[in-house]
């Protein structure tokens, strides 16, 4: 007689802090992205546009920006967090009210953004709020914590608490219907929250993982290494300050690009060094790897952007970055979390990886839109449904896995 099937419970979620997290920011995830394909897809006339009380493309800023990204962190910070910190486990039920709150927060900004401005900028305070419960209580794990190294969860409370701020930058913008605010904080949240999260989590988990599974290769990762490529993280966010203050001349559009080369550079090379060849033999790794290779090349086309003057090209290192280094290290992590800590093998079957590449197209036909716009009718919904099956795809399969319990039988 066969064994029946495990249910899935709501109540399950609340086993371990990923499954709450992960759970909650694949669902805003899930919904962005069919918002945006909805959107995408009106303008290229295949049905009548939704009525707008804000402008989408800035509303799809602030939520790819600052909208799931945050509650996938949660999900980390307290499952790999207090083991960094050597600190007693988080139990998912404390970061309830702040999880549920950031995620309410972002489907009302979605809501807002068709029925009227100021319910977009209730929602966006609401994720302040839950954003800021998160990022108090991580704070307090790094300051009790008596951990001789603290450096990478020290950096990630800062960033986390900079990522409060750009939040309610952002409610700001909403409440005033000011494009420029909501259009910075969207771009500071980014470059002084979002990516120096990735950063700092990057620098000692890639080595560390690569290290485990290719034991031929050294965890190569000197705190020096660390804090230059915040330096040139931190420069990003110095043009964004410059450019909303009015431009930028010839000189400086010059060191930027310079600077900006110089750090992709950086990055690729270190992708190297950290394995990014030996590593292509093992999916889940390579996932990784190449997501971090996006960083590299962000940069270098944000060099490249300068070069050619054109306002428009902007959106090339902007969406490498968005799409091809926050899109692909997301589902690289977020994926092996998701099976480590439900008692499944730590790899990427076939599904996953079809994902993974389903991701590269979506990013590919993105950055070809902006190169060639006499062919963006066809890009430009080709990506946004390719965006949409990937991140919907994943949603609906790992989103199931964290109300069901571990095919293991363990807790958690």
């Known amino acids: 007689m066969l064994a029946a099937k495990p249910a899935w419970h709501l109540s399950t979620l609340l086993a371990a802090p990923h499954r709450l997290s992960f759970f909650a920011a694949a669902c805003v995830m899930a919904v962005s992205a069919c918002w945006w394909w909805v959107e995408i ?45 050597q600190m007693p486990e988080v139990p998912a039920r404390a970061i309830l009210p702040a999880v549920a709150t950031t995620g309410a927060g972002w489907v009302l900004v979605l809501c ?3 029925l009227h401005h100021l319910l977009s900028a209730m929602g966006a ?48 913008g909403l409440a005033l219907r000011d494009y420029g605010v909501i259009h910075l904080a969207a771009q500071l949240g980014l470059w002084l929250f979002i990516v120096p999260v990735y950063v700092s989590v990057a620098h000692r988990m890639i080595p560390f993982f690569t290290v485990s599974a290719l034991p031929v290769l050294d965890a190569w990762r000197p705190n020096w290494l660390l804090w ?88 090339l290192p902007l969406h490498a970055l968005t799409m091809g280094f926050l899109g692909s290290i997301l589902l690289a992590m977020a994926t092996r979390v998701s099976c480590g800590h439900s008692g499944r093998t730590l790899t990427a079957d076939n599904l996953a990886w079809g994902l993974f590449w389903g991701l590269q197209v979506a990013v590919v036909l993105r ?28 949603a609906l399969r790992y989103g199931r896995w964290y109300g069901l319990p571990r095919v293991d039988g363990r807790p958690g």
């Open 367 to 394: 950055l070809a839109a902006i190169v060639w716009p006499a062919q963006s009718a066809w890009l430009l919904p080709g990506g946004a449904t390719a965006w949409l099956l990937v991140m919907g795809g994943w």
């Open 228 to 315: 230059t490529l915040l330096g040139f993280v931190g420069l990003q966010a110095l043009w964004v300050v410059s450019d909303a203050a009015g431009g930028q001349g010839v000189m400086l559009s010059s060191l930027r690009a310079f600077s900006s080369l110089a750090g992709g550079v950086l990055v690729l090379g270190l992708a190297v060094r950290w394995g990014l060849v030996q590593s292509l033999r093992i999916r889940l790794l390579a996932m990784l790897h190449i997501g971090f290779v996006w960083l590299g090349l962000t940069l270098c086309l944000d060099a490249l952007a300068q070069l050619m003057g054109d306002g428009l090209w902007n959106l």
């Open 41 to 85: 897809m009106a303008r290229a006339g295949a049905w009548p546009s939704l009525s707008t009380a804000l402008p989408s493309t800035l509303v799809h800023a602030a939520v790819m920006s600052l909208g799931f990204m945050p509650l996938f962190f949660s999900g980390f910070l307290f499952t790999a967090g207090p083991k960094w910190l």
């Open 125 to 172: 305070a609401l994720a302040a709020c839950g954003w800021g419960m998160v990022t108090w209580r991580f704070i307090g794990l790094v300051r009790l914590s008596r951990a001789r190294d603290k450096l990478h969860a020290s950096l990630i409370a800062l960033a986390s608490a900079l990522g409060v701020l750009a939040m309610w930058f952002a409610a700001a």
């Open 112 to 114: 807002g953004s068709h």
